[in-house]
C-alpha cells in the first residue's frame, strides 16, 4: 500500500461543476506535489508546495486551483473545467526540496470531464 | 531540448531473464539526481531506485541497479531475474536545479513472458 492517499480514486464530472482532489500523506514530508499524467504519456509537473507554500507553479490555468492546508494535506480545488483536462491526477511528496530525496507517489485520481 | 530520452518503447524478457532499461539524459548541471519509477497499470509510480550525480558507486536496491556512466550520459535500469509482475510502465526522471522538479522520459512499457 502506498503511503500517500489520494481520493476519490475515480471521478466524472460535468464542464460546469465544482469538485477537489484530496492528497494526503503521513511521513513527515514538507514538499508537496500534483501532477497531470495523460494516458500513455510521463507525468506533467503541476504545482509544488514546500512547508506548506507555494514554490511552483508550472503555468497551470486558474480553472486548477491548490491548497495546502497542513503539512500532511493536499487539496485540488477544480472549477469549470475542460475535456482535455481528462487524465489521471498523481499527488507526491518528499522529505524537502533537496535534489537527493526521491518523491513518494499516490496510487492517483482518475478524472473524467464530460 | 529532450532532457530524458527513453528509446524503448516498449521490451519483451522472458520471466527469470536479466533486462537493461536505456536512459540517456542531458543536463549542464553538475548536481542532478536520476531516478527511476514503476507504473503498473493500476496507475501507481512506485519509486525503484535513485543516482546521484556525485555517486562514486552505481546505485542498487534488492533486483534493480543502475548503470550509470557519467561521461557517456545514460542511467540505465538492469532488472534481473525478472518476474511476471515487473510487466509495467518504467520512466527514468532527472531532478536538476530548484525546487525538485522531476523531468520524466516518455517510459518503456516492460511485458515478462512466462
Known amino acids: 500500500d502506498t503511503e500517500v492517499t489520494q481520493t476519490p480514486k475515480h471521478l466524472v464530472m460535468g464542464m460546469t461543476n465544482k469538485k477537489s482532489l484530496k492528497c494526503e500523506q503521513h511521513?513527515?514530508?514538507?514538499?508537496m506535489y500534483w501532477y497531470k499524467q495523460k494516458a500513455k504519456k510521463p507525468p506533467e509537473l503541476m504545482f509544488v508546495?514546500?512547508?506548506?507554500?507555494?514554490?511552483i507553479n508550472e503555468s497551470v490555468p486558474s480553472r486548477f486551483s491548490p491548497e495546502c492546508p497542513n503539512s500532511s494535506l493536499l487539496n485540488l480545488h477544480l472549477h469549470a473545467l475542460q475535456p482535455e483536462d481528462s487524465a489521471l491526477y498523481l499527488c507526491?511528496?518528499?522529505?524537502?526540496?533537496?535534489?537527493?530525496?526521491?518523491?513518494?507517489f499516490g496510487d492517483g485520481t482518475r478524472l473524467s470531464i464530460l | 531540448a529532450q532532457k530524458i530520452t527513453q528509446t524503448q518503447p516498449g521490451m519483451f524478457v522472458q520471466e527469470k531473464e536479466a533486462v537493461t532499461l536505456d536512459c540517456t539524459y542531458d543536463?549542464?548541471?553538475?548536481?542532478?539526481?536520476l531516478f527511476w519509477y514503476k507504473q503498473p497499470s493500476s496507475g501507481e509510480m512506485i519509486f525503484l531506485i535513485y543516482?546521484?550525480?556525485?555517486?562514486?558507486q552505481n546505485a542498487t536496491e534488492g533486483r534493480y541497479s543502475l548503470n550509470f556512466q557519467k561521461a557517456r550520459k545514460s542511467a540505465n535500469l538492469v532488472i534481473s531475474a525478472s518476474q511476471l509482475g515487473d510487466s509495467a510502465m518504467y520512466f527514468c526522471?532527472?531532478?536538476?536545479?530548484?525546487?525538485?522538479?522531476?523531468?520524466f522520459g516518455a517510459g518503456t512499457i516492460l511485458r515478462v513472458k512466462s
Open positions: 507526491a511528496s518528499s522529505q524537502g526540496l533537496d535534489k537527493n530525496q526521491p518523491q513518494h
Open positions: 511521513m513527515g514530508h514538507r514538499a
Open positions: 508546495y514546500s512547508y506548506e507554500k507555494l514554490s
Open positions: 543536463t549542464s548541471d553538475p548536481s542532478y539526481g
Open positions: 543516482q546521484g550525480s556525485y555517486d562514486q
Open positions: 526522471a532527472m531532478r536538476e536545479g530548484y525546487g525538485n522538479k522531476l523531468v
